[in-house]
């Protein structure tokens, strides 16, 4: 028995050492950096220890506006998405003609590279001296007032940017939905046709409680990926977002770090051990609630 333990952790010992040199020490790494008080990195100097840059950064008007960015944009995307692509999965699952066709179109964004996506977006929603663009255009239609979604007031550039997140993650969440739907078991819809169950209660008690797992799954990742959003806002907005208010917690970190007003490794790794503690805590209520709706 001790030789076969031996031997598993002998094969354990190349991942353990990879998640130990690119994940723990870099960790550990961060939160020493984030008590280095005047850290200067040319030098690699500081002068004290303690918690000034936590107190800084949560101070820091730049840092709770992107705080604020990254809570509207989990807050709006990850339910909408989800939701819209489990309702999408479910009419595809019911389709049996060319579905692996509208499986492929839409899953199409999610290997569409990101920026390319998100110049499509400002084209449409972006107003011009010569148009005011698609969206716009169709407001018009129906009697509308023309918007600045890009340039205009914080609601418009918010929407954009919900919208863009949205359907950017689209396509795999329909995409994995898909696969949970057809994997269950159909004796399950067979016996509940025999009861004469109805097909709203035959999906809140047969097909939600087979695929639990595979949307707690999507809502973690979901949570995770949008606190970790970034490209999405470059890609609409330029570099230079916080001048457009429309910055994230990410954008926060990597403008510290190597922006214009950057140089500031110190700051910068005080607001990735904050974004790090909001994640955990997330992930770990979440992980808590999964036990009572999550059917394994």
């Known amino acids: 028995m001790e030789k076969r333990n031996n031997k598993a952790w002998f094969y354990l010992l190349p991942a353990m050492l990879f998640l130990g040199f690119f994940m723990v020490y870099p960790l550990i790494d961060v939160f020493i950096y984030s008590l280095e008080e005047g850290y200067n990195s040319a030098s690699q100097?500081?002068?004290?220890?303690?918690?000034?840059?936590?107190?800084?950064?949560?101070?820091?008007?730049?840092?709770?506006?992107?705080?604020?960015?990254?809570?509207?944009?989990?807050?709006?995307?990850?339910?909408?998405?989800?939701?819209i692509?489990?309702?999408?999965?479910t009419g595809l699952n019911s389709i049996k003609a060319l579905k692996n066709l509208f499986q492929t179109i839409y899953f199409l964004p999610y290997v569409t590279?990101?920026?390319?996506?998100?110049?499509?977006?400002?084209?449409?929603?972006?107003?011009?001296?010569?148009?005011?663009?698609?969206?716009?255009?169709?407001?018009?239609?129906?009697?509308?007032?023309?918007?600045?979604?890009?340039?205009?007031?914080?609601?418009a550039k918010m929407f954009v940017l919900c919208f863009?997140?949205?359907?950017?993650?689209?396509?795999?969440k329909v995409l994995t939905l898909t696969s949970a739907l057809a994997s269950v078991n159909p004796q399950y819809y067979d016996a509940a046709k025999v009861d004469g169950t109805s097909k709203f209660r035959t999906f809140t008690k047969i097909t939600l409680p087979m695929i639990s797992p595979m949307l707690f799954y999507l809502i973690i990742t979901g949570f995770i990926g949008a606190f970790k959003a970034y490209?999405?806002?470059?890609?609409?907005?330029?570099?230079?977002?916080?001048?457009?208010?429309?910055?994230?917690?990410?954008?926060?970190?990597?403008?510290?770090?190597?922006?214009?007003?950057?140089?500031y490794p110190s700051f910068a790794s005080a607001a990735a051990i904050i974004l790090f503690a909001i994640v955990l805590t997330i992930t770990c209520i979440n992980s808590l609630i999964s036990k009572r709706y999550v059917h394994y």
């Open 113 to 155: 590279n990101t920026l390319a996506v998100g110049l499509v977006f400002m084209i449409l929603f972006n107003k011009t001296e010569y148009t005011d663009g698609l969206v716009n255009l169709i407001i018009r239609m129906f009697g509308g007032n023309s918007i600045d979604f890009i340039d205009g007031p914080y609601w």
């Open 164 to 172: 863009y997140t949205i359907w950017v993650v689209m396509p795999f």
């Open 231 to 263: 490209s999405d806002a470059v890609a609409l907005f330029g570099t230079n977002l916080n001048a457009a208010e429309m910055n994230t917690i990410v954008g926060y970190i990597y403008d510290m770090l190597y922006g214009d007003s950057g140089g």
């Open 45 to 83: 100097t500081f002068f004290g220890v303690g918690s000034y840059n936590y107190s800084f950064v949560l101070h820091d008007p730049y840092f709770l506006q992107a705080v604020k960015n990254t809570f509207i944009l989990v807050i709006f995307t990850v339910p909408l998405s989800t939701g």
């Open 85 to 89: 692509a489990l309702l999408i999965s």
